[in-house]
């Protein structure tokens, strides 16, 4: 068995690797620079990413959730118990532990994060659009975060498994920077470009009622 401390230091190794990979990637995705705009300002910039940050996240803002409310669900659950399991990780690199009676809520929520990760990605097989539209990565991406969760959860129930909880998170950290993963960054960077470009057009925030997808 490898000793926890090789299994910690690979864990930041990792963690400065990924985060060094996708420093740069960022960087090159920005080297163009904004396009200058033309046209007078209808609008504040700032006003635009607060909202594409704030209630453009929500359900009643994006159209693709309102008809999918399920899979929004899901997304969202999906998504906390990825970052629990990462915490958790984190914990167990500096030597950390979390209080024993936590170890039950912990577990239901990786039981339905893994719930909500295997049921998309049976959606993703399931569904002909979906499945004529997903590459190789689609399906990697998912059962590598499907794997960081399940060592979460055996990891909240028996400490035992903290070494399977460490070895995920270095693989889950290797591999985002070479697939979908990486949209842990460029999501934010998406939405910034988002928000300031409609908010200086004025189109958001929308008036109440509206909607964007």
């Keep these: 068995m490898v000793p926890m401390t090789a299994l910690r230091l690979l864990a930041v ?7 060094v990979s996708l420093a740069r990637q960022a960087r090159a995705a920005l080297a163009f620079g904004p396009r200058r705009a033309e ?29 999918h409310p399920l899979v929004y669900v899901a997304g969202l659950t999906y998504h906390v ?9 984190a914990c167990a690199i500096v030597g950390m532990r979390w209080p024993g009676r936590l170890g039950p809520a912990l577990a239901v929520v990786f039981v339905l994060a893994l719930a909500a990760g295997l049921g998309l990605l049976a959606r993703r097989v399931r569904v002909p659009a979906l499945r004529a539209i997903s590459s190789p990565d689609d399906y990697a991406s998912n059962l590598f975060v499907s794997a960081l969760v399940t060592s979460g959860l055996l990891s909240a129930l028996a400490g035992a498994y903290m070494p399977s909880l460490l070895l995920t998170a270095t693989a889950v950290l290797a591999y985002a920077p070479l697939g979908k993963i990486r949209h842990c960054v460029f999501f934010f960077l ?4 988002f928000g300031r470009l409609l908010g200086r057009r004025g189109v958001l925030p929308h008036p109440a009622g509206g909607g964007t997808s």
């Design 13 to 19: 190794v990792a963690f400065v690797l990924a985060a």
């Design 39 to 67: 046209a007078p300002a209808r609008g504040a910039a700032w006003r635009g990413v607060l909202y594409a940050f704030g209630p453009g996240l929500s359900p009643w803002a994006k159209e693709s959730a309102r008809a």
């Design 81 to 89: 118990g990825v970052f629990t399991a990462l915490g958790l990780a």
């Design 190 to 193: 998406a939405r910034v470009g």
